[in-house]
């Protein structure tokens, strides 16, 4: 029965993405005949111009900085500089304005004494988790979309098989910053069952688009599709996301609010 399943997707040219009890995705299946649209997708991302790559990259930096800049604003911190930053990234962000954002973003919203740390407990746990759910739910856009998500536009380690969903899953990394920041205020430092789920949940967040609200995971799978359009054409834009009003980030996750 399921083999039949995957011949009808097949006969259809619809890719499958196998995934992980963590739901990061571990294997694609791709249709080899009937979708005209599959290899030359994948050759226009691996031969994609530099220009354009470092162009789109600029544009990624400069939403995440904003949103960053959004977070702080809602959390009561001073978010001025961020959309000066943000203002001053370059083509492919020579001058790494993304780390210097993020030298004023992590104390001036979780502390002086907060260090980030991939191997943290704590508040360290909890992004570590909000983080792997984002880049799963980033990862199978990117394969729904025909894209490879090693072939990244600025993460290149050959050692990373998402390097593209780890692009493209910068701007919406700080609603997960806020998140966690919202459930460290209520208490809770460890990575409990309830905020896993409230962690979770975060993919169904809507947020601001120029087709109205729509969801994360829905705004990511659109942001995907445009990338590889744009790969294919040699030029386009991204509809990257927009911050959220701060009253609408100060109750993320809290009691159902925002994520309903």
């Not at 226009?44 to 162009?55: D, H, M, W």
């Not at 900085?65 to 959309?83: C, H, K, P, T």
């Amino acid at each position: 029965m399921v083999e039949h399943r995957f011949h009808r997707l097949a006969e259809r040219s619809v890719p499958v993405v196998l995934c992980a009890a963590n739901h990061a995705p571990i294997a694609c299946v791709w249709p080899l005949e009937g979708h005209h649209a599959q290899g030359a997708r994948l050759n226009a991302q691996v031969g994609a111009a530099r220009p354009l790559s470092k162009r789109l990259w600029r544009d990624i930096v400069a939403a995440k900085i904003r949103m960053q800049g959004a977070v702080l604003a809602s959390a009561g911190g001073e978010a001025g500089a961020f959309d000066l930053l943000a203002r001053k990234v370059r083509s492919g962000d020579p001058d790494n304005v993304e780390a210097q954002a993020a030298r004023r973003y992590w104390q001036a919203l979780m502390g002086p004494e907060f260090r980030r740390d991939t191997g943290g407990d704590g508040v360290n746990a909890l992004l570590n988790y909000g983080y792997t759910v984002l880049r799963a739910t980033v990862a199978r856009a990117i394969c729904a979309a025909g894209l490879h998500p090693t072939i990244g536009l600025h993460h290149s380690n050959r050692g990373n098989a998402f390097a593209l969903a780890d692009d493209l899953m910068e701007p919406y990394r700080p609603l997960v910053d806020r998140l966690v920041f919202n459930l460290s205020r209520d208490g809770t430092e460890t990575v409990t069952p309830e905020a896993k789920r409230v962690l979770a949940a975060l993919s169904g967040f809507d947020l601001a688009s120029v087709q109205g609200m729509t969801p994360l995971h829905l705004h990511a799978a659109r942001l995907a599709q445009q990338l590889g359009a744009a790969f294919q054409a040699g030029k386009g834009e991204l509809d990257l996301p927009r911050a959220p009003e701060p009253l609408v980030l100060v109750g993320l996750g809290r009691e159902g609010e925002a994520l309903s």
